[in-house]
């Protein structure tokens, strides 16, 4: 059974850091692209960022670039989302997904083949 496990959520002051994790399990994602959506109350799903499994593709939404860093760990079939300077607008559930297609094309999440079930971010003013 294919699944995605996200963790490292949880509450943090404006300015501080989170890293956020996606455990990968019931198959070889080496061929997959993986990506980070966030949804805040309210809102509609929003791509984040997404890298190739081998890590040598990445992809930023505009208004996370510079600030957040999507790494993988092939031994640990894990992916990372380490998040720093982080403002209140980022408080949001956070969602990995996983499917085989190119990297620039992970930020439209229609028709992902996998999704983990989140972990929320809070981020205090």
């Known amino acids: 059974q294919v699944q995605l496990v996200e963790s490292g959520g949880g509450l943090v002051q404006a300015g501080g850091s989170l890293r956020l994790s996606c455990a990968a399990s019931?198959?070889?994602?080496?061929?997959?692209?993986i990506a980070w959506f966030r949804q805040a109350p309210g809102d509609e799903r929003e791509f984040v960022a997404a890298g190739s499994w081998t890590g040598d593709s990445t992809l930023y939404a505009d208004s996370v670039k510079g600030r957040f860093t999507i790494s993988t760990d092939n031994a640990k079939n894990t992916v990372y989302l380490q998040m720093n300077s982080l403002k209140p607008e980022d408080t949001a559930v956070y969602y990995c997904?996983?499917?085989?297609?190119?990297?620039?094309?992970?930020?439209?999440?229609?028709?992902?083949?996998?999704w983990g079930k989140g972990t929320l971010v809070t981020v205090s003013s």
């Open positions: 997904a996983a499917d085989q297609r190119r990297v620039a094309t992970m930020r439209h999440s229609a028709g992902m083949t996998y």
């Open positions: 019931g198959r070889t994602f080496s061929r997959f692209a």
